[in-house]
């Protein structure tokens, strides 16, 4: 399987703070991935690092083949939807909707680049059977709907397009437990083929057994992986 | 002293100063740019309709469109120069209106400069026919002011609310930063707001000049009537502002006929400051459904 | 340690205890290569950037200090106020006392406004009328800004119908001084009555509105005055305003003495507004308002600050000396021309308020300075002077974030930025104290270990391998290769908190590794739960786990 994403040397921050240190990390297609760490660690970080959203950023990320990366210290964003475009699909924590567009029109907005677009039928279809209750909300605007649902409407623009690798920040985050696990689920079902995606999570009980493998992350650094020989390796090269 | 005249009056009054409100709207609630530069792109739009018209064609959907493209083209202009440069960095709105200001006085005196202080006139694109309805006569050039701008309205209202790009300048409007991580560029949407909004101050330059004459600074009235009615809708309200500058045109027929011109703008100003005094955030503020910060 | 010999392509290291009969203990071990740890010494230490000097700037004079001399302070009489602020120091470097002025700016006031005195004994023949006209609308236009910067900057009420107040009141002042032929001593205090009116008037939607509805209100009220006095009956004139007033300069004088008279009235105005300026901003109702700044008005509420009555205040004070410029205005020049009413003096009073930085009154002086001077000095050239202000006011705009007067600032911002990004982006943690904490620890030798234990790190990293892991498993005890015993030296030496140890189960006879706590009475933990079947293997264990958290750390 090819690697979909390589973060090689990663440092990222804001200003004077710095949230990640020197972290690597490879991710092949394929995989479903659990990101385990508690608040402020840098989870959030590393996926705006991703994104380019942070404030700095400095070290490799190849993404898809391509470098994405690199030394930037000026306007988080700028590029960000440059990455979006090569097959990101980013599910903010925070939801990040529009607050006066309807359902519909976030799932249109989910499939915004030119060949979703044409396809965008389809696409809410697909994310309609995932979650159910959307269905009969279409017309509703974003700003009337439960917590839960935002959350719903948030994860289903992601998965509006056939993204190489998703990343959803906390989706359960803010949620009763059983609506957690529906939408836990409902990511689990995402067909990955050629894909990937990382799932940034606190409550570990929710991702195992569930992903293919957890990666802690500790202090902006990953850890539970590693092993002494591939440090040595890692040293050598 | 009749009501139909006071009536179709206030209906081309707002139609033109309506087509600058949207603009500064919908400048406002995407760019988060306070865009005073309309007066200048108004001149310019002009300027290029008479250039058009003098040098090609007299032919008037040429003009027409020469207006609307050299009006697009200012839009692009001041997105390049003030949207460009300034939309990441701090204290962006002050400065943004500074800089727009500041495009505005170096048009205005370069039109003056390049054109000269004499009016320029252009031809006059309805034709000269009449139409009476129930007793009233509808001059061609009214008939054309009112159908041109409306249908433009409708145009791009209908296109923010089905096409993809509309989509992106809406979503824009909302929440910029959800809008880069969907995959919108916001640089590419500043170029497509200014390009449609100059086009609309550039058709509302063409279509008063049926009734003015084009100077270099023939603009700033056109802005501060616009702005003011962008103000009483509660700025970044499309609706809001169609409401406001109906209700402001129909105020200035008035008053005109009744009082006489001269207190115009006393009248518009005591509605929107009584307006503004109950409600802040003008007519959107009666909708809600203003832009949330 | 002697010294490595290199023979062929093999690295020996010779054993210094060798000569003691250590047991096992040989004369050459073959070894991977070791760098000399001075090298990371000197790596380490060498400046990797270019040298600049560092310190206080040779050109700012320091003044020495003789203690007492501080507590004897210059103030302005009758107040307690001290004219300088100083204050004494001592050199970090030399250790000597000094003395340094805090705030220099009264000093530069005070020699630009000396300069603005002398100007018109020094203006060459030719250029005098240019000069002196040019300097009274200075003046004016200078002391109209002052006020605005009041509005905009204490205030922070974004106002831009202040030209339109000035200009009310000149024409009720000319049209009074026309129709009822009143003495030009009186036109100013007219004008104050017709600020406070019109104050009134405009204070009442500033309470309700937000910054950018408050302006656009006001440029369209501006709009509302023009077209109101250009059509009214009264105001209305073919010359374009209305003249005719009475003046305080004498029509009898010799041309040049109007001039410099008029040149030192407007002068005085501006040395007036400007008190006044110093006396709202530095006072009471600035120490209020400089509590609630835009966008923190809540906070500044519940901690009992009543900023509205202090904005309200500052407007109304600021409207009342508008009308006094206003009535001044029409006392100098006989009257007033309709367009200060004109969008294209807000604009330019605009541009000469951003040229110099919003909200600074220094930035208001200075850049009415600018554009007076681009304006009326350089009058021949036609609508290009307008360009060239435009141009200077979009530079301005896209560059400065606060003006001309904002640079330093700006510059300050920019530099603290970049230097947190690269020293974020280059210190790592674990191992030297980032700098924001350097600075609380007392103890700098704490730091210097820090620099020191991560230097040796570094270096021992470079040591693991493959081959000195090996080593160690076939024998974790006796005489080593330099790279190991390196290694094995820093292991030892680390202090007792989480230190690992072996411990041996009584009943099992097996072996686990535990670490130490570190505190007295407290027992050390169990680090895992592998079991070793020999002593030999749990050294090695212990082995692989120190050098793994070498590795991480």
């Not at chain 2, 008037?60 to 997105?79: E, Q, S």
């Not at chain 3, 508008?322 to 100098?332: D, E, P, R, V």
Request: hydrophobic fraction near 45%; proline fraction near 3%.
């Amino acid at each position: 399987m090819h690697e979909i994403l390589n973060v090689n040397g990663l440092s990222a921050g804001y200003g004077p703070l710095r949230v990640i240190h020197d972290l690597d990390l490879t991710i092949k297609a394929g995989e479903r991935v659990g990101l385990v760490g508690l608040n402020g660690h840098g989870k959030t970080t590393l996926f705006y690092a991703i994104a380019g959203l942070t404030g700095w950023q400095r070290g490799s990320i190849v993404f898809n083949g391509r470098e994405v990366g690199g030394t930037r210290s000026q306007g988080p964003g700028r590029y960000t939807h440059l990455i979006v475009r090569q097959g990101l699909a980013l599910m903010p924590q925070a939801d990040e909707l529009f607050h006066g567009l309807t359902v519909e029109e976030h799932l249109d907005s989910g499939a915004f680049t030119k060949t979703a677009w044409k396809t965008r039928k389809q696409r809410k279809e697909r994310v309609l059977e995932l979650f159910a209750p959307l269905r009969d909300r279409l017309k509703t605007p974003v700003s009337r709907l439960s917590g839960g649902e935002r959350r719903m409407v948030s994860i289903g623009r992601g998965l509006m397009v056939d993204a190489k690798l998703y990343l959803s920040d906390e989706p359960s985050l803010g949620l009763a437990p059983k609506i957690g696990i529906g939408v836990m689920e409902a990511l689990l079902k995402i067909d990955l083929s050629g894909s990937a995606m990382i799932i940034a999570e606190q409550n570990v009980a929710l991702l195992e057994g569930r992903v293919d493998r957890v990666i802690g992350m500790h202090a902006g650094k990953l850890k539970g992986e590693a092993s002494l020989a591939s440090s040595i390796k890692r040293r050598k090269a | 002293m009749d009501i139909e005249f006071i009536l179709i009056n206030g209906i081309v009054i707002a139609c033109i100063y309506g087509l600058i409100a949207v603009a500064v709207s919908i400048t406002w609630s995407s760019l988060g740019l306070l865009n005073l530069g309309y007066g200048f792109i108004f001149a310019f739009a002009g300027y290029g309709a008479y250039v058009t018209s003098r040098s090609l064609s007299e032919y008037p959907p040429v003009v027409l469109a020469a207006g609307v493209l050299v009006g697009a083209v200012g839009g692009v202009i001041i997105c390049a120069l003030i949207f460009i440069p300034l939309h990441e960095k701090p204290n962006f709105t002050v400065r943004g209106m500074v800089g727009t200001l500041a495009i505005s006085l170096i048009g205005s005196q370069g039109l003056l400069w390049w054109f000269g202080p004499r009016n320029k006139a252009l031809p006059e694109i309805f034709g000269r026919w009449q139409v009476e309805i129930g007793g009233t006569v509808l001059t061609s050039d009214k008939i054309g002011i009112v159908v041109c701008s409306i249908v433009m309205l409708i145009l791009i209202v209908r296109w923010m609310r089905s096409s993809r790009r509309g989509l992106e300048i809406r979503a824009m409007m909302m929440n910029p930063h959800a809008a880069s991580i969907v995959g919108i560029g916001i640089r590419k949407t500043g170029f497509y707001v200014m390009g449609i909004t100059g086009a609309m101050t550039g058709l509302a330059a063409v279509l008063l000049s049926q009734t003015y004459y084009i100077s270099p600074f023939s603009g700033i009235t056109p802005l501060i009537k616009g702005v003011s009615i962008a103000l009483l809708g509660g700025l970044g309200s499309v609706r809001g502002a169609v409401i406001a500058s109906v209700i402001l045109g129909f105020a200035e027929s008035l008053t005109s006929t009744v009082l006489g011109g001269q207190y115009v703008l006393i009248t518009q100003f005591l509605i929107i400051i009584a307006i503004l005094m109950i409600r802040p955030r003008g007519i959107a503020g009666i909708l809600d459904v203003a832009r949330e910060q | 340690m002697s010294t490595p010999r290199k023979n062929d392509d093999q690295y020996l290291w010779k054993n210094p205890l060798a000569v003691w009969g250590a047991k096992g203990g040989n004369y050459d071990v073959p070894s991977i290569r070791v760098e000399d740890p001075r090298t990371v010494w000197r790596k380490t230490t060498s400046y990797k950037a270019p040298l600049h000097k560092v310190g206080r700037f040779k050109y700012i004079h320091k003044w020495a200090n003789h203690g007492k001399r501080l507590w004897k302070r210059q103030r302005w009489w009758p107040t307690r106020r001290s004219v300088l602020l100083i204050r004494g120091l001592y050199n970090r470097k030399t250790l000597k006392a000094e003395k340094s002025i805090v705030d220099k700016r009264p000093i530069y006031w005070a020699i630009s406004l000396l300069a603005l005195v002398l100007v018109p004994l020094f203006v060459p023949e030719s250029l005098q009328f240019t000069i002196l006209t040019a300097g009274a609308t200075f003046g004016i236009f200078a002391a109209i800004n002052v006020c605005w910067t009041l509005v905009i900057g204490t205030a922070s009420i974004f106002s831009l119908a202040t030209y339109a107040v000035v200009g009310t009141a000149a024409f009720l002042t000319a049209w009074l001084s026309i129709n009822l032929g009143l003495p030009w001593w009186m036109l100013p205090p007219i004008g104050m009555l017709v600020g406070i009116v019109f104050g009134g008037i405009l204070a009442l939607p500033a309470l309700r509105l937000d910054g950018f509805y408050y302006a656009l209100l006001t440029l369209g009220l501006n709009e509302l005055c023009r077209v109101y006095f250009v059509t009214s009956s009264e105001f209305g004139s073919a010359s374009g305003g209305l003249y005719g007033a009475s003046t305080y300069i004498g029509a009898a004088w010799a041309p040049l003495t109007q001039s410099v008279v008029s040149y030192y009235g407007a002068f005085a105005l501006l040395v007036a507004s400007l008190f006044l300026f110093r006396f709202i901003d530095g006072r009471r109702l600035g120490r209020i308002l400089r509590m609630a700044p835009e966008k923190r008005e809540a906070f500044a509420e519940a901690t009992g600050v009543n900023y509205r009555q202090a904005r309200v205040t500052v407007f109304l004070v600021s409207s009342v000396a508008l009308g006094f410029i206003g009535g001044f205005y029409t006392a100098q020049y006989r009257g007033v021309a309709y367009a200060i009413f004109g969008f294209d003096t807000v604009l330019l009073g605009l541009a000469m308020l951003t040229i110099g930085g919003i909200g600074r009154v220094e930035g208001a002086v200075a850049g009415t300075l600018i554009v007076v001077v681009l304006d009326k000095v350089f009058i021949t050239l036609g609508p290009i002077r307008h360009i060239m202000i435009g141009v200077l006011m979009l530079f301005v705009v896209l560059f400065l974030k606060n003006g001309l007067f904002g640079m330093k600032q700006q510059f300050r911002a920019w530099r603290d930025k970049k230097k947190g990004e690269w020293r974020s982006s280059r210190t790592e943690k674990g191992g030297e104290a980032l700098p924001e904490e350097a600075t609380e620890i007392d103890d700098k030798d704490i730091l210097y270990r820090k620099r020191f234990d991560k230097m040796q790190r570094e270096h021992l990293k470079t040591l693991v391998c493959e081959e000195v892991i090996e080593e160690h498993k076939n024998k974790p005890l006796g005489q080593h290769s330099e790279a190991l015993e390196r290694l094995l030296l820093y292991f030892r030496r680390t202090p007792q908190n989480d230190k690992y140890a072996i411990r041996r189960d009584s009943r099992g006879k097996r072996y686990k590794i535990v670490a130490f706590s570190g505190v007295r009475g407290t027992s050390p933990r169990l680090v895992e739960d592998k079991e070793y079947e020999t002593v030999e293997e749990a050294y090695h264990g212990v082995f692989r786990r120190r050098v793994y958290d070498l590795l991480e750390a």
